[in-house]
């Protein structure tokens, strides 16, 4: 992964003096409650329902074991000794006082990791494939591109007040595993036909309000063009992006509004001043970031471990944990391992310190020191050695992290909700609880095979709800919790933005009503078909019949 | 008289900045006596009683105001200004970028309004070489301390007016922490 050169390090270690400055001058009152709010904002601080919410970046997702117990450390000595990984692939701590955030970014910043720009309305972390570098499927390395426009969005002075936020997303394998049609920027590295590498550029996509797939404004920008084009689309948006209103102030909007020719049209435009220019991209330095990626010293091995294969034979939950949470790897002799941060009765995507701890611990022995997080909550040691999968097993199955639900119904997708923000509508991890419980039978769950059920307490959609198969959002009726669903969303080369069944429901009512969107998908489904592609075929009718039908009666129950 | 922050020291200023009150018709407003910045309707609609007080009238834009409607005056402006009606609104950071690289503007490009301390390197970094904090937001002792702002970061990753080589291009790197 990326380590630190002198510049790097001198950057985070003056943003954190910055900040402290920033913070000691609010706390002295020099600093206004509105002045202070974006500063904080710009270092991942909220102001949450029960105390602040510090958001620490964790730059597409990659980790190493040494960060991990520093951040072990910190929820330990400022927190309550867990944190919850974010589907941004961030890390979110939930108690932190305020005048302690400064000497956290202090911590932070001797093991290379910072804040900076996890929220606000500038450019936000660079998120990426969890597998980059591993994965069969994968075409180009997405992970020094990141690291690239990391560093290039890192404070850049004209794009530090955007109309809102903006999120860019970058994929290198033939399978999306980014949602990259789901960010204000998606990069899709591809190869064009002389083998050039290049990026395939999306933009104005986007979840929330009004979610919208990304559209193609280039279907091949060369490399050594990436940052000045990028900068190009950030120049139009911060001058035209709306700023009268906070809801319409994405660039999705401004893409809709102008149309996608104009908007390419005004883009190419500012490009022409900017391509070919000092920003224009080095083979030297795509080549100093690049091998920070280089592969690990991977060991020489056969394809096949007969070791495992027979513990695979002998023992069934670990062949069950083998198929959900292990991944092939292009590595003869190795697999990539998902952590599962799903189990029942734990909010997802929440982890303890000492978990954490372990997981370091297994990260040095087994996976060469690194992990990755993933934009669904979870971990993932991605160069494992199958001789080692059984121990690890044991270890993370002992640890409560080896729940063998990856990809089902239960690896719920679940945004902090109205336990912890203030934004919610309602509550989402008591849901998220409530349907893990109902399916709790595994034969089962491996029965209903591939789902993903997302969950927001909000329009913001920081549970992805509009991409999940089945999409719950919280909405706020007269004062109490509803909860709205939605089916046939779908993240990757597929994306699809979920439609609403109907009214929304009671919380008590959502393990019900999930059942009966199970239960209609196996009276229908053909052989090999997940809930998603069925729901493609049949459409919504045959799920609301169900729901809805056989819910007039109850529903007087409920009402009263 | 007003603090300025020009070119990293403080410095007097005399000059009165013009505001356009809702209703008011830019032909209409009389320009009070010395050296006054108007916003740019007003500098559009009375083009001739300000060419007869040349170098005593200045422009201001606001950020929706697009910096080529004033290209061919740039000659003969004795500065311009840009307006942050919000800190928030970054619109006017383009701006600047703009007139300094696309527009090739080297007059004094100040920013007003909102222009509080913790901006300044941004906005130095955009081309602004003048800083004019709104009135009476810093005392003296306040504004001295907020130069240090100026120097936040002193390698910063991106080319910008100031630096205009991204970091990469500017120094060998690689050379560990
Ligand atoms: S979706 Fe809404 S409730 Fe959930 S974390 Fe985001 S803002 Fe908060």
Redesign the pocket.
């Known amino acids: 992964m990326y380590r630190y050169d002198a510049y790097d390090q001198r950057n985070v270690d003056e943003r954190v003096a910055q900040f402290r400055d920033q913070t000691h001058r609010y706390l002295a009152g020099e600093l206004s409650e509105d002045e202070y709010r974006p500063l904080r904002l710009q270092n991942g601080l909220y102001i949450q329902r029960q105390a602040p919410m510090l958001r620490i970046a964790i730059p597409y997702g990659n980790l190493s074991s040494t960060q991990l117990r520093k951040l072990a450390a910190i929820t330990r000595k400022y927190d309550k000794g867990y944190g919850h990984f974010s589907t941004r692939q961030n890390l979110q701590l939930n108690w932190p006082a305020l005048e302690n955030v400064p000497e956290i970014l202090a911590e932070l910043a001797t093991v290379q990791m910072h804040a900076i720009q996890t929220s606000g309305n500038c450019i936000r972390n660079v998120t990426s494939d969890p597998f980059a570098g591993v994965a069969g499927d994968e075409i180009i390395d997405p992970r020094p591109w990141c690291e690239i426009l990391r560093q290039w969005s890192s404070f850049h002075p004209e794009f530090t007040h955007l109309p809102r936020k903006f999120k860019i997303a970058v994929n290198g394998a033939e399978h999306d595993r980014a949602v990259i049609q789901a960010h204000d920027i998606g990069l899709d590295l591809v190869k064009n036909a002389e083998g050039a590498i290049g990026f395939r550029v999306l933009v104005g996509g986007g979840l929330g309000r009004t979610p919208v797939i990304g559209k193609e404004i280039s279907p091949f920008v060369p490399w050594q063009h990436l940052l000045t084009y990028c900068e190009s689309i950030l120049r139009v948006y911060n001058r035209h992006g709306r700023r009268d209103n906070l809801y319409k102030a994405r660039i999705k909007i401004l893409v809709n509004a102008l149309g996608i020719e104009e908007f390419r049209r005004q883009v190419e435009e500012e490009w022409i001043h900017h391509k070919d220019g000092p920003g224009t991209l080095t083979v030297d330095e795509v080549h100093r970031i690049a091998d920070h990626f280089d592969d690990p010293a991977y060991a020489t091995l056969p394809a096949d471990d007969l070791g495992f294969e027979q513990k695979r034979v002998e023992n069934k939950p670990f062949a069950a944990w083998v198929k959900r949470n292990v991944r092939s790897h292009k590595q003869p002799g190795y697999a990539a391992v998902v952590l599962s941060l799903k189990k029942t009765g734990v909010a997802p995507g929440d982890i303890t310190a000492e978990q954490m701890d372990l997981v370091a611990d297994w990260a040095d022995a087994h996976a060469f020191g690194e992990l990755r997080v993933t934009h669904e909550q979870n971990l993932v040691l991605a160069d494992v050695k199958k001789s080692d999968l059984f121990a690890l097993w044991q270890k993370a199955r002992d640890a409560g992290l080896a729940t063998p639900n990856i990809g089902l119904l239960t690896d719920i997708i679940c ?4 336990d ?7 509550k ?1 991890i008591p849901i998220a609880e409530a349907i893990q419980r109902r399916f709790d039978d595994l034969d089962y769950l491996y029965d209903i095979g591939e789902l993903e059920l997302n969950i ?8 992805h709800h509009h991409v999940g198969h089945i999409g719950v959002l ?1 909405v706020d009726k007269n004062g109490s919790e509803w909860y709205q669903v939605t089916i046939g969303g779908d993240q990757g080369n597929d994306a699809a933005i979920g439609k609403v069944i109907g009214r929304a429901f009671a919380a008590a009512e959502m393990p019900d009503v999930i059942a009966k969107l199970i239960e209609t998908y196996i009276d229908n489904r053909h052989e090999d078909e997940r809930f998603v592609d069925t729901v493609r075929r049949i459409g919504l009718d045959p799920f609301k019949t169900r729901v809805y039908g056989e819910q007039q009666t109850q529903r007087k129950v409920v009402n009263g | 008289m007003a603090k300025l922050i020009k070119n990293g020291r403080i410095v007097s200023d005399d000059w009165q900045i013009v505001l356009l009150g809702e209703d008011g018709r830019a032909e209409d407003l009389a320009l009070p006596a010395g050296k006054v910045i108007v916003p740019l309707s007003v500098w559009q609609a009375q083009r001739e009683p300000i060419a007869a007080r040349q170098g005593e009238i200045a422009v201001w834009l606001d950020g929706s105001d697009d910096p080529a409607q004033i290209v061919a005056d740039l000659a003969a402006l004795p500065l311009v200004a840009i307006r942050f009606p919000k800190f928030t609104d970054g619109r006017g950071y383009s701006s600047a970028a703009l007139l300094r690289t696309r527009y090739g503007y080297t007059g004094e490009l100040r920013a007003i309004g909102e222009v509080l301390r913790d901006q300044f390197q941004a906005f130095t970094r955009c081309g602004f070489d003048a800083l004019q904090p709104a009135q009476d937001r810093y005392t003296d002792e306040q504004l001295e301390r907020a130069l240090a702002s100026l120097g936040d970061f002193s390698a910063p990753y991106q080319r910008s007016v100031t630096e205009t080589e991204p970091l990469f291009r500017r120094q060998q790197r690689g050379l560990a922490a």
Not at chain 1, 415 to 418: D, E, I, K, L, S
């Open positions: 945004c902090p909700g109205g912890f923000c203030n934004l919610a509508n309602a989402s927001s307490g909000c329009m913001n959609a920081c549970g919280g």
